[in-house]
């Protein structure tokens, strides 16, 4: 059974940074084979797309809201994807989720086939 878990949500005035992590496990997964995304959703509002990185790492993909604030990075030694967040803004405040594609690094929601629980981000004004 594959299992994506997230961490590192918080409290965090704005103008701070969080870091998450999103830790993969179960039989025979490595996040290796899988473009990793970010994606995000507020009381009230759709889940939206944050950001993604491809298998190697080397290519990444940002939302515009978060883009020159957030940093999406891997460790696929460790099974891990990460989400450096800085500059946090009170509208940053949401569900964060990260997910396994299996089309390659994506905006779109049904690109992925594997998630996360989330880990909730608040910021305050």
């Known amino acids: 059974q594959v299992q994506l878990v997230e961490s590192g949500g918080g409290l965090v005035q704005a103008g701070g940074s969080l870091r998450l992590s999103c830790a993969a496990s179960?039989?025979?997964?490595?996040?290796?084979?899988?473009?990793m995304g970010w994606f995000r959703q507020a009381p009230g509002k759709e889940r939206e797309f944050v950001a993604a990185?491809?298998?190697?790492?080397?290519?990444?993909y940002y939302a515009d809201s978060v883009k020159g604030r957030f940093t999406i990075s891997r460790d696929n030694a460790k099974n891990t994807v990460y989400l450096q967040m800085n500059s946090l803004k009170p509208e940053d405040t949401a569900l964060y989720y990260c997910?396994?594609?299996?089309?390659?690094?994506?905006?779109?929601?049904?690109?992925?086939?594997?998630w996360g629980q989330g880990t909730q981000v608040t910021v305050s004004s």
């Open positions: 990185i491809s298998r190697s790492g080397i290519s990444t």
């Open positions: 997910a396994a594609s299996v089309r390659g690094y994506s905006s779109d929601y049904d690109d992925y086939a594997y």
């Open positions: 179960g039989r025979s997964f490595s996040i290796s084979s899988y473009a």
